[in-house]
């Protein structure tokens, strides 16, 4: 016969199993969800060990799961708003390790990407970002992001322009890594990265940006993971909204821009 005592403890094992099952539960549902995460967004950072993405992801909890669908023009339907790249060839120099600093942490810094889809100016933040801004000066100098082409283009439930890998592939990089920064900017609210930000890609992973990064043109749900490092003029804005216009060639929000995005030069000016 079962005493009372018994019953309780016995009530109590299957209490906590059923806790562990939905711990258990939960966590297996999280490694699903980053899994899904990796392998749409996962890029290999050409030189080092480091996985290289984005971060630009559709997150499937309640607040974007309304999130609308801006439909890409199928490509055969687009005329290309953009020029003719300027001849050149892509260079594919890769580094060691990440540059020496050496901007002025205290001055103003601009980065300016002549594309062919019309000039993209950008408002660096040095003092709040400085090994990241540091990192595109010198790469910049080094002409590595001249003759590249923008790659990627999403507009489903985020909406994002990514840049910076001279393969046009998503599997390039400089060769080093460098750390995340200014992760709680002012700018960013309630997860959302605002319209004109200018962000590092990474894979989730902390330290595992190169020379990636990805342009906001409309307001988008991120966690805030992706060094914020520049805000985007009002004229680039519009060059950006031409290049979303376009679409991209998947049709399903997630691809090639139909729009033929190729940076001629890239500089990076202090002031």
Known sequence: MVTQEQRKRQLAREKFLRQQQRRTASRRKARARNAVIASVLGVIVVGSLALYTTGVLKDDDKTNAGAETTPSPSPSAVKDPCEKPAEGA??????????????????????????????????????????????????????????????????????????????????????????????????????????????????GQPGSGGSQFFLVFEDSQLPPSYTPFGTVSETGMAVLKKIAAAGENTGAGDGAPNATVVIDKATVTKS
């Open 90 to 203: 892509v260079k594919t120099q890769t580094w060691k390790k990440e540059p020496a600093v050496t901007i002025d942490k205290s001055a103003k810094y601009a980065m300016k990407l002549a594309t062919t889809c019309g000039d993209i100016d950008i408002a660096l933040k040095a003092s709040a970002a400085p090994r990241t801004v540091n990192s595109f000066s010198f790469l910049a100098g080094k002409g590595y992001f001249d003759h590249t082409k923008c790659h990627r283009l999403t507009t489903n439930g985020i909406f994002v322009l990514q840049c910076g890998d001279p393969t046009g592939t998503g599997s390039g990089g400089p060769g080093y890594t460098i750390p995340d920064e200014n992760l709680k900017d002012a700018s960013l609210k309630a997860n959302v990265y605002p319209a004109g930000t200018v962000a590092m890609a990474n894979t």
